[in-house]
């Protein structure tokens, strides 16, 4: 309830009984118990941090700079992203711990993470946002507890003593749980049951009324192996909590049976690769895992399930650049592995419209069947999400989350995002006729599409393009530049968007699923568009307004001082239909642009029937 009033750039805040310049429901009427008084930075509808309205007409929103508070009576820090950094405490492993305890667990005192004596280590560079400070117990690299280097030359390291954060316990799965805590095992803090953000879902105090879904506490309402939560994090939906079984035997199963473990290619950061690449990057032989020769580590020790045989290249510590090695080389303790990646997938805005066939996640992990609730009972099945594209078991993302992501087929792990990366069609090159052909998306109808989507709307695999069965046609032969490869969707004949021969020879072919490359649209005879798409719908793309070649032309900035004509945007000077710019072809002077009229103007039917 302070009275900061700017935001983290400098602009003053807009008052929260005003409707000027930004319209808005966050009034002190809608939220009284918010602290809506004055323009002071507020937090009222549970966003990250306190934010407000700006009296910017051009920045609606921003976060103020108030930095996260250190909760002394509760030894607690929230850091960015929903991670919680206990100062008294662990949770879990310890990863997240951040307190002042600085000898082991046999008495012995703890070497500086920032010296190389008595023990030589790269923690500091290898792990910059562990909290490697002074010479503090800390858990950089997943041990099962927090630990050290030591001052004393004969011994390494050792395991410290920091008490657990919660002494709470469960019994069975956890499913009559009703404990407070509200940490998962990886740090991060719980997401309120009652919010649908930063996660959208179903396990609603409403849809739930017996599951005690209180506050953001640790519960298990649909029979998962353990209580858990979703997290405030935005890359990660949910996890299992800080919580143990109260029978001491009592251990998860093993979750490597569920588990995808490649050999010529790498998925995530790479935890299950097990192939037998022995070089790195700039081609150092790699040393052995159980070597000690030319450099000293415990990985073995710590990650005995990690696959660190002979000396080949593995990521047991889910290094961010992928896989690496420790090498044989004295002069450089380790180095990056160039290992390709498993899938060159990628997705559009959140994911919403992938359609392909990625189905392990970014642990490894194979996915569930959307159409089954074993092991995971769920409420995203396709009858829910017609449109969702939720076939077998590939990545999609059906109710609005950050990216494509799946339920996975191992009983303790319920949801991961999947292992693709985003995708702009601005990667991909212009060809012949100054055309552009895009990879991940399509402009207009598809005709320039050359990606790898194969399979239809509802998803019959497509029939080869060289194929006449289980269906004749002559596609290939009438249109032989039309990038009929394989069994890509493709559009050789002006259908409204890509389309299909189908493998089912009861059905002769199908539209597909491609995103569109832009979402933008124009009102009107788009005379007052303004946006950036500088494509036509024939996929050309477009000259320069400033510019003479390939088209000497009149409609330049200086005629037409007030129709926006910048870069190669599409624009409507002269009162066309609708947005237009002449081409780079010098073969075709100008075309329509790529860009939908906003009342949604459905394209033409098919007539090929």
Not at 97 to 106: A, E, P
Not at 339 to 355: H, Q
Not at 531 to 540: A, C, E, L, Q
């Amino acid at each position: 309830r302070g009275t900061v009033s700017v935001s983290s750039s400098g602009r003053r805040c807009q008052r929260w009984d005003s409707q000027s310049p930004h319209r808005h429901d966050r009034t002190p009427q809608n939220y009284p118990q918010a602290g809506l008084v004055q323009n002071y930075c507020r937090n009222p509808d549970d966003d990250t941090s306190p934010w407000c309205y700006t009296v910017d007409p051009t920045v609606r929103v921003e976060f103020c700079p108030l930095p996260i508070c250190d909760d002394t009576a509760g030894g607690v820090v929230i850091g960015t992203n929903g991670i919680v950094y206990s100062t008294t405490c662990m949770f879990g492993d310890g990863t997240t711990y951040r307190g002042t305890v600085g000898q082991t667990q046999s008495g012995l005192q703890c070497q500086r993470w920032d010296s190389q004596s008595p023990h030589q280590h790269n923690y500091p560079s290898t792990y910059p946002d562990a909290g490697l400070e002074e010479n503090y117990c800390r858990n950089p690299d997943g041990e099962p507890r927090t630990w050290c280097y030591t001052t004393d030359p004969n011994v390494r390291w050792q395991y410290c003593t920091v008490p657990p954060c919660f002494s709470d316990c469960y019994d069975d799965d956890g499913s009559t749980y009703r404990g407070t805590v509200n940490i998962t095992s990886s740090g991060r803090a719980c997401q309120r049951w009652d919010s649908q953000t930063p996660h959208p879902h179903s396990r609603t105090p409403e849809n739930y009324p017996n599951a005690n879904l209180v506050e953001n506490y640790c519960r298990n309402p649909d029979g998962e192996a353990a209580p858990w939560c979703y997290t405030q994090s935005t890359n990660r939906r949910w996890d299992v909590c800080v919580i143990n079984s109260c029978d001491p035997s009592a251990t998860p199963p093993p979750s490597q049976q569920y588990q995808v473990f490649p050999t010529e290619c790498y998925f995530g950061t790479g935890l299950t690769y097990r192939g037998r690449l022995d070089r790195t990057k700039s081609g150092i032989t790699c040393q052995r895992w159980d070597s000690q020769t030319p450099h000293q580590h415990n990985y073995p020790d710590r990650y005995p399930n990690a696959g660190l045989e002979n000396n080949y290249c593995r990521n047991p510590d889910e290094h961010d650049g992928g896989l690496w090695c420790y090498t044989t080389s004295p002069n450089r303790r380790w180095e990056e592995c160039n290992v390709p990646k498993c899938f060159d997938d990628c997705y559009l805005g959140n994911g919403g419209d992938y359609r392909g066939r990625i189905n392990v996640t970014q642990s490894g992990r194979i996915c569930q069947r959307w159409d089954t609730q074993t092991p995971h009972a769920h409420t995203r099945t396709p009858e829910t999400y017609p449109d969702s594209g939720l076939i077998d078991n590939y990545c999609r993302n059906p109710d609005g989350d950050s990216r494509p992501w799946c339920y996975t087929i191992d009983p303790t792990d319920r949801v991961e995002f999947c292992p693709m990366e985003t995708c702009v069609w601005t990667e991909d090159v212009i060809g012949s006729e100054s055309k552009v052909y895009p990879e991940h998306c399509m402009f207009g109808d598809g005709a320039t599409y050359r990606g790898t989507v194969s399979m239809t709307s509802v998803g019959l695999t497509c029939q080869r393009w060289n194929s006449q069965s289980p269906h004749p046609h002559d596609q290939t032969i009438r249109h032989p530049l039309a990038g009929l490869d394989e069994n890509y969707c493709r559009n050789p004949d002006g259908e409204p968007r890509t389309w299909c021969y189908t493998t089912d020879a009861n059905v002769r072919w199908q539209y597909c699923t491609v995103p569109e490359c832009f979402s933008d649209c124009y009102d009107d005879d788009g005379s007052t568009y303004r946006g950036t798409v500088n494509i036509t719908s024939s996929g050309r793309a477009c000259q320069r307004w400033d510019s003479q070649t390939p088209h000497p032309h009149t409609r330049t900035p200086a005629a037409y001082p007030s129709a926006g004509l910048e870069e190669n945007f599409c624009r409507n000077p002269d009162g066309e239909a609708e947005p237009w710019c002449y081409t780079q072809d010098p073969y075709t002077r100008w075309e329509a642009c790529v860009i939908s009229n906003c009342d949604g103007t459905a394209p033409p039917a098919s007539d090929r029937y």
